[in-house]
T-cell receptor, first 113, second 114 residues
């Protein structure tokens, strides 16, 4: 079945540092790929998505590129802020049921001033 | 901005008791999802509704869990009897249709079973 693997956390960075959170996936066909963010005590919010190979999703300074050849969708940000501290989830949804999403286990990011 | 509403936000119960969670999706959203999120893990889909019909409940432990969306709007997830291993965050999400990939999540209900 479909699966998503994220780099293990937690990740601790200083403010203005470069962020990379790795995500690889296994799926049948060509899924859409997502990054969600979850702040403490809240539900998940969609951060960005990409629907086909070589697409780049971007939002709030975060970027991720859909790499079919490496089955990856790594999240990057050039300069993190304290307010970026949260849990980040990589997810996919398959072509047979667009709404059914498979999530990774999440990566906790802490940004220190 | 329209949001998915869930209640209660927190629930503490003893094992073998019954619990129920409520979700009100964004108005006009035909598809509703219930997820279970165990601490330190990603959400796992329990049940997916399209209007009032169940599309996918393959991961719902049907011996103790039930879900309904009688009028195709709000939904209730019930656990009876609760077990210690049910302690988790229960998230509700909605989308315009099952073909729509973008889901909008509620704040969740955190359940603790003692």
């Amino acid at each position: 079945g479909d699966s998503v693997t994220q780099m293990e956390g937690p990740v601790t960075l200083s403010e203005e540092a470069f962020l990379t959170i790795n995500c690889t996936y296994t799926a049948t066909g060509y899924p859409s790929l997502f990054w969600y963010v979850q702040y403490p005590g809240e539900g998940l919010q969609l951060l960005l998505k990409a629907t086909k190979a070589d697409d780049k999703g971007s939002n709030k300074g975060f970027e991720a590129t859909y790499r079919k050849e490496t089955t990856s969708f790594h999240l990057e940000k050039g300069s993190v802020q304290v307010s970026d501290s949260a849990v980040y989830f990589c997810a996919l949804s398959g072509p047979t049921n667009a709404g059914k999403s498979t999530f990774g286990d999440g990566t906790t990011l802490t940004v220190k001033p | 901005e329209a949001e998915v509403a869930q209640s209660p936000r927190y629930k503490i119960t003893e094992k073998s008791q019954a619990v129920a969670f409520w979700c009100d999706p964004i108005s006009g959203h035909a598809t509703l999802y219930w997820y279970r999120q165990i601490l330190g893990q990603g959400p796992e889909l329990l049940v997916q509704f399209q209007d009032e019909s169940v599309v996918d409940d393959s991961q719902l432990p049907k011996d103790r869990f039930s879900a309904e969306r009688l009028k195709g709007v709000d939904s209730t997830l019930k656990i009876q009897p609760a077990e210690l291993g049910d302690s988790a965050m229960y998230l509700c999400a909605s989308s315009l249709a099952w073909t729509e990939e973008t889901q909008y999540f509620g704040p969740g209900t955190r359940l603790l079973v003692l």
